[in-house]
């Protein structure tokens, strides 16, 4: 018995040596991965999508999603997510805007003036259809992008802006608004647009089936795993550390 179990003892401390071995491998590899040089914080601004309103598991949402897969390159960058449910274009606005008639003031503390203030090397923000469902004219929505952005740029901060996402509005001029908006937001900020329509809409603007969360306004769980993927693909850590 003895002969017999000492090369199984054998066989086994030498596989016990190669997952060792196999684990150090792994442990190197991850460590080289890792890029500890790029410190701060990536500032989201935006309404139910970015807030996480979609997914039946919170931890699916985009921006979870996001956060989690930066630590494991850039464990020094956080992912900070200011985005409210029904925000528009002018609830982040500066605190000292003043809006026109009928329409909403910025909400102090989820605009762009309080991600400004938290230092960020890098603002994203996500407005999906909120505008269009208010029927904002496209030129005060543009106004309301372009002061944002000036105000990121005096800042030297960059901004990644998504395009408008797909929605099932039943009026006509909603949704050719929907599409105007995904266009000029496309043109307006490439490189640094997001395309959050394209993977997700119909022919006609609506949202596919396989991917609405049951509202015909939310994407699920399967689509922010999709929008994850598209703001990783975007390179934004491995952009900042080129502008810098």
């Given at each position: 018995?003895k002969?017999?179990?000492?090369?199984?003892?054998?066989?086994?401390?030498?596989?016990?040596?190669?997952?060792?071995?196999?684990?150090?491998?792994?442990?190197?590899?991850?460590?080289?991965?890792?890029?500890?040089?790029?410190?701060?914080?990536?500032?989201?601004?935006?309404?139910?999508?970015?807030?996480?309103?979609?997914p039946?598991?919170?931890?699916?949402?985009?921006?979870?999603?996001?956060?989690?897969?930066?630590?494991?390159?850039?464990?020094?960058?956080?992912?900070?997510?200011?985005?409210?449910g029904?925000?528009?274009?002018?609830?982040?606005?500066?605190?000292?805007?003043?809006p026109?008639?009928?329409?909403?003031?910025?909400?102090?503390?989820?605009?762009?003036?309080?991600?400004?203030?938290?230092?960020?090397?890098?603002?994203?923000?996500?407005?999906?259809?909120?505008?269009?469902?208010?029927?904002?004219?496209?030129?005060?929505?543009?106004?309301?992008?372009?002061?944002?952005?000036?105000?990121?740029?005096?800042?030297?901060?960059?901004?990644?802006?998504?395009?408008?996402?797909?929605r099932?509005?039943?009026?006509?001029?909603?949704?050719?608004?929907?599409?105007?908006?995904?266009?000029?937001?496309?043109?307006?900020?490439?490189?640094?647009t997001?395309?959050?329509?394209?993977?997700?809409?119909?022919?006609n603007?609506?949202?596919?089936?396989?991917?609405?969360?049951g509202?015909?306004?939310?994407?699920?769980?399967?689509?922010?795993?999709?929008?994850?993927?598209?703001?990783?693909?975007?390179?934004?850590?491995?952009?900042?550390?080129?502008?810098?």
């Amino acid at each position: 018995m003895k002969f017999v179990a000492l090369p199984l003892i054998l066989c086994l401390v030498a596989a016990c040596n190669e997952n060792d071995t196999s684990a150090a491998g792994n442990s190197a590899r991850t460590a080289q991965r890792l890029d500890y040089s790029l410190h701060g914080s990536i500032v989201v601004l935006g309404s139910s999508t970015s807030a996480g309103i979609g997914p039946k598991q919170a931890k699916n949402a985009w921006v979870p999603r996001y956060r989690a897969r930066l630590a494991e390159r850039y464990p020094n960058v956080t992912v900070l997510n200011l985005a409210v449910g029904g925000q528009t274009t002018f609830h982040i606005q500066p605190t000292d805007y003043t809006p026109p008639p009928n329409r909403p003031a910025p909400v102090s503390n989820k605009n762009i003036t309080a991600a400004l203030a938290l230092g960020p090397i890098a603002i994203i923000i996500n407005l999906p259809s909120n505008d269009q469902a208010a029927n904002y004219p496209w030129s005060e929505q543009l106004a309301n992008y372009d002061r944002v952005a000036r105000l990121a740029a005096a800042a030297h901060v960059p901004l990644w802006v998504s395009t408008s996402q797909p929605r099932n509005f039943n009026d006509p001029a909603q949704l050719h608004d929907l599409a105007r908006a995904r266009e000029a937001l496309a043109q307006k900020f490439a490189p640094r647009t997001l395309d959050f329509w394209t993977p997700f809409a119909t022919a006609n603007g609506w949202v596919q089936g396989r991917y609405d969360a049951g509202d015909g306004t939310h994407l699920n769980d399967e689509a922010h795993a999709i929008l994850a993927d598209i703001v990783e693909a975007a390179h934004i850590p491995e952009q900042l550390a080129t502008i810098r």
